[in-house]
């Protein structure tokens, strides 16, 4: 079973960056495809960003294409998010997520979640 641990939220100003950092224990097979999702008070999970774990395509959300970049380490295990230029709507917890039967942008096919980290957009 892989867990999942998100790391690197926080407080930013709009305009800033920060990055998260999801660190996974087990192994995650090259099928497997890493997510970002967020999610605000009162909203569904939302699509965010995503990696396929073998061959390395990117996916992203038409509302932080440009802005952030997701990344995968086999070596290390690690999924991060860069997320810079961020404005008050990215507000959420964010949550690192895999899915074994690959791409999918759906929260419900996805197999295992990490406890999620807060990041804050606000002056």
């Known amino acids: 079973q892989v867990q999942l641990v998100e790391s690197g939220g926080g407080l930013v100003q709009p305009g800033g960056s920060l990055r998260l950092s999801c660190t996974a224990s087990?192994?995650?097979?090259?099928?497997?495809?890493m997510a970002w999702f967020r999610q605000t008070p009162g909203k569904e999970r939302e699509f965010v960003a995503g990696?396929?774990?073998?061959?390395?395509?990117?996916y992203y959300a038409d509302s932080v294409k440009g802005r952030f970049t997701i990344s995968r380490s086999t070596a290390e295990n690690t999924v991060d998010l860069q997320m810079n230029s961020l404005k008050t709507e990215d507000t959420a917890v964010y949550y690192c997520?895999?899915?074994?039967?690959?791409?999918?942008?759906?929260?419900?096919?996805?197999?295992?979640w990490g406890q999620g980290t807060q990041v804050t957009v606000s002056s």
């Open positions: 997520a895999g899915d074994r039967g690959g791409y999918s942008t759906v929260d419900s096919s996805f197999d295992f």
């Open positions: 087990g192994r995650i097979y090259s099928s497997t495809f």
């Open positions: 990696i396929r774990w073998g061959v390395g395509n990117t």
